[in-house]
């Protein structure tokens, strides 16, 4: 009896969500698939996956704006800390129907993140039914970026 009671909690254990290894699992710090820049990915506070920029390769990164964003408010502020992902929604096994900022155009695009089997997080960004791919890859947020 004792076994079985046992077998059912670790069933139970491994069964939950809390340990669950699904696509949706994406917070973390993640460098971007050109290798520039590391996203830190939090929880928005809604359960939902928010990504902010904590770093980026640069000869002084802290003074780097924001230039290329259209609201003259925001294209005056430090790019460090500026909100790069957002208002994602959770599907089976993945994150859609979010936004990905891109500072290089200043524009925002629809956007679905999946974390991969191999552990790295696979980020779209689109417009209409045209998707682009990144792949990005798991980093210590101690040592930010593999370039530096």
């Not at 290894?21 to 050109?34: A, C, I, P, R, Y």
């Not at 974390?115 to 792949?135: A, H, R």
Request: proline share 5%; glycine share 10%.
């Amino acid at each position: 009896m004792k076994r079985i009671a046992l077998a059912l909690a670790a069933t139970t254990l491994l069964a939950s969500p809390a340990f669950a290894e699904d696509g949706k699992d994406v917070f973390g710090f993640w460098q971007v698939g050109s290798g520039s820049a590391v996203v830190k990915i939090t929880d928005c506070g809604d359960g939902t996956p928010c990504g902010t920029l904590h770093s980026i390769n640069s000869e002084n990164p802290e003074a780097a704006l924001d230039e290329n964003n259209p609201d003259p408010d925001l294209a005056t502020k430090p790019l460090l800390g500026s909100r790069m992902l957002w208002g994602f929604e959770e599907k089976s096994k993945r994150w859609s129907s979010g936004k990905i900022y891109d500072a290089e155009s200043g524009k925002s695009y629809k956007s679905k993140i999946k974390k991969l089997e191999d552990g790295t997080l696979e980020v779209k960004g689109c417009v209409g039914p045209f998707c682009q791919s990144q792949i990005w890859t798991a980093v210590d947020k101690d040592q930010p970026t593999a370039n530096q």
